[in-house]
C-alpha cells in the first residue's frame, strides 16, 4: 500500500511562488504527477515526471512556470510554482503509478494524496 502526502500549500500573492512536496512511502514507484482541481471545476493535469526524473510534461497552461523534480532517495516528488497566477487556485493532488502508461492521464495512476490547497490572490 501506497501512502502519499502533500504540504506546502498555502495563500499567495500573484507573483509569487510555492513549492509543493510530496511523501510517499511504500513500495518503488513508477511515474509521478501533479493534478489539480480549481473551484467548480474538474480535476486536470498539470505536470508528471518519469521513475528516473529524465522526462517531464506539463500543461500548457504551466510550462515554464511550474517545474516538476523527484527524489527516489527520499521518495518525494515536488512542484516548485513560480509567477502564480489567480487562477492557478486549485486543490492540488500528488499521484503516484505503479507501472508504464500515459502519466498525463488520470487513469495511469493508482494512489493518489488528500490533496493540498493552493490559494493565489490577485
Known amino acids: 500500500q501506497v501512502q502519499l502526502v502533500e504540504s506546502g500549500g498555502g495563500l499567495v500573492q500573484a507573483g509569487g511562488s510555492l513549492r509543493l512536496s510530496c511523501t510517499a512511502s511504500?513500495?518503488?514507484?513508477?511515474?509521478m504527477g501533479w493534478f489539480r482541481r480549481p473551484p467548480g471545476k474538474e480535476r486536470e493535469f498539470v505536470a508528471c515526471?518519469?521513475?528516473?526524473?529524465?522526462?517531464?510534461y506539463y500543461t500548457d497552461s504551466v510550462k515554464g512556470r511550474f517545474t516538476i523534480s523527484r527524489d527516489n532517495a527520499k521518495n518525494m516528488v515536488y512542484l516548485q510554482m513560480s509567477s502564480l497566477k489567480p487562477e492557478d487556485t486549485a486543490v492540488y493532488y500528488c499521484?503516484?503509478?505503479?507501472?508504464?502508461?500515459?502519466?498525463?492521464?488520470?487513469?495511469?495512476?493508482?494512489?493518489w494524496g488528500q490533496g493540498a490547497q493552493v490559494t493565489v490572490s490577485s
Open positions: 515526471i518519469s521513475q528516473t526524473g529524465v522526462a517531464t
Open positions: 511504500g513500495p518503488t514507484l513508477s511515474g
Open positions: 499521484a503516484a503509478a505503479m507501472g508504464g502508461g500515459t502519466y498525463s492521464r488520470e487513469g495511469s495512476y493508482n494512489y
